[in-house]
């Protein structure tokens, strides 16, 4: 009997240390500049506004992506299988796949950052099951994606 009295004073003891523990940082201040990306892409943390409910609101740090390199990447990438596709960060990877006529199987990652149909908003990470491709085959898949994407946009202009 003492010991389970002793288990619940010595529990309750702790449990008060920590939550009188908390009061303490209820003056603390969060460093902007700590927790800031050097990319330049993100939202600044408003101090004012930090509730629960900001997590149920949805993310403010989403990249504008351009949806015709968006589409062009799926389009020229068909032959993959997409294992994942996120338009909020704009990456795409896919799984390994081997292309029409071809014999080797490759995995890409794509990165789309930036709303411009720009080359520099698109890079291409390709790799084989044995490593990492070459820079002209990597070249040449982007430049395939950039001229889809600049074909999508001249018909788009049409309508």
Do not use: H
């Not at 949805?58 to 504008?64: F, Y």
């Not at 589409?71 to 032959?79: G, K, M, R, Y």
Request: hydrophobic share 40%.
């Amino acid at each position: 009997m003492t010991q389970s009295r002793i288990r619940f004073v010595g529990l309750a003891a702790a449990s008060l240390v920590l939550l009188a523990g908390c009061g303490a940082f209820q003056n603390a201040r969060l460093d902007p500049e700590a927790t800031r990306v050097k990319g330049g892409r993100e939202a600044r943390p408003d101090p004012k506004d930090g509730s629960l409910l900001d997590a149920f609101r949805g993310s403010r740090d989403t990249v504008k992506v351009n949806r015709f390199l968006w589409t062009a990447s799926l389009d020229v990438l068909d032959f993959l299988p997409v294992e994942a596709a996120d338009p909020f960060t704009g990456v795409i990877s896919t799984g390994y796949g081997t292309p029409p006529g071809g014999g080797t199987a490759y995995r890409a990652t794509v990165l789309i950052s930036d709303p411009a149909l720009d080359a520099r908003a698109l890079k291409v990470s390709l790799q084989t099951r044995r490593g990492a491709v070459d820079a002209a085959t990597q070249r040449a898949v982007e430049d395939a994606i950039l001229n889809r994407a600049r074909q999508l946009r001249i018909e788009a202009g049409r309508y």
